[in-house]
């Protein structure tokens, strides 16, 4: 069982940044690749960022809305996964959830790969 939570999010004006962090504990040595999602209401749950982490070198990949603009990395020896967002725009407010997967395989981008979910954080930009 692997065990995810979120701190960080908040409120910013569009242009700013925050940076929200995924802390695991459990048997997080399984896991195969983590990612960011979103939520805002009414939409569907839409990746945002992930990062393969069964490769010598973390490998991280990204959504075209946010290339550019948001950076996911790993800290293997604090066992967290950080999504620094920056020139945040109205459109990225949403709930932001952190995921592990334990599996090969599959597109980083959709949710069924996930094994495991945080309980999210909620990120507002303001116009």
């Known amino acids: 069982q692997v065990q995810l939570v979120e701190s960080g999010g908040g409120s910013v004006q569009a242009g700013g940044s925050l940076r929200v962090s995924c802390a695991a504990s459990g048997y997080s040595n399984n896991v195969t690749v983590m990612a960011w999602f979103r939520q805002a209401p009414g939409k569907e749950r839409e990746g945002v960022a992930g990062?393969?982490?069964?490769?010598?070198?973390?490998?991280?990949v990204y959504a075209a809305s946010v290339k550019g603009r948001f950076t996911i990395t790993r800290d293997n020896a604090k066992n967290t996964v950080n999504l620094q967002m920056n020139n945040l725009g109205p459109e990225d407010s949403a709930m932001y959830y952190c995921a592990a997967g334990v599996r090969f395989g599959g597109v980083w981008y959709s949710p069924a790969l996930y094994d495991y979910w945080g309980q999210g954080t909620q990120v507002t930009v303001s116009s």
């Open positions: 990062i393969y982490t069964y490769t010598l070198t973390p490998v991280p």
